[in-house]
């Protein structure tokens, strides 16, 4: 049965870098597209981005001047990483297994991951 | 950007009851590019439906999608207790692959 398990920093100051890691279990990590997601409090979700095993990555423009993914197939782990948060990045991150072959959709979630900006 | 706009933002209803939700997008969206996710409070998304009308494993045949083009439908057919949360629409035919806003399912 596939699992994610996520973690990182759950409390940043203004200006610093959010930094999540998801840790793939119990399913082979090729061949799909890894994905982020966010909800801000009491709001809706926002796609932040994707990265496949080969390291492609496809993100948000409303992001993507501040987001990078990493990939290590070694560890069947992804990362993300957002930089000079401010407290409109306070959300709980989510990540995700994507969009494989020709099924597009996002079956197996993380549990989430609290991160709060403030200062 | 594809716009994804759900109605009603809150549907108050009662269990036994039939639940009738909707995702109107911008412009035109595959069929093979609809999703619907379910949320209960405190927890992750959950996928429902794929594909506009397939239903991911484990899902009751309550839940059923339909549409095509710019509209698309989820309808829960009967409401058991445990269906009353947030619901979702997401496409996948351009990226950025956006969300509507949700659809609060509520007890009445």
């Known amino acids: 049965q596939v699992r994610l398990q996520q973690w990182g920093a759950g409390l940043l100051k203004p200006s610093e870098t959010l930094s999540l890691t998801c840790g793939v279990s119990g399913w082979s990590f090729s061949g799909y597209y890894w994905t982020w997601i966010r909800q801000p409090p009491g709001k809706g979700l926002e796609w932040i981005g994707e990265?496949?095993?080969?390291?492609?990555?496809n993100f948000n423009p409303s992001l993507k001047s501040r987001v990078t993914m990493s990939v290590d197939t070694s560890k069947n782990q992804f990362s993300l990483n957002v930089n000079s948060v401010t407290a409109a990045d306070t959300a709980v991150y989510y990540c995700?297994?994507?969009?494989?072959?020709?099924?597009?959709?996002?079956?197996?979630w993380g549990e989430g991951t609290t991160v709060t900006v403030s200062s | 950007e594809i716009v994804l706009t759900q109605s009603p933002g809150t549907l108050s209803l009662s269990p036994g009851e039939r639940a009738t939700l909707s995702c109107r997008a911008s412009?035109?969206?595959?069929?093979?590019?609809l999703v619907w996710y379910q949320q209960r409070p405190g927890q992750a998304p959950r996928l429902l439906i794929y594909g506009a009308s397939s239903r991911a494993t484990g899902i009751p045949d309550r839940f059923s999608g339909s549409g095509s083009g710019t509209d698309f439908t989820l309808t829960i057919s009967r409401l058991e207790p445990e269906d009353f949360a947030v619901y979702y629409c997401?496409?996948?035919?351009?990226?950025?692959?956006?969300f509507g806003q949700g659809t609060k399912l509520e007890i009445k």
């Open positions: 990265i496949n095993d080969s390291g492609g990555t």
């Open positions: 997401q496409q996948y035919d351009s990226s950025p692959y956006s």
């Open positions: 412009q035109r969206v595959s069929t093979r590019y």
């Open positions: 995700a297994r994507g969009r494989y072959g020709l099924d597009y959709y996002m079956d197996v």
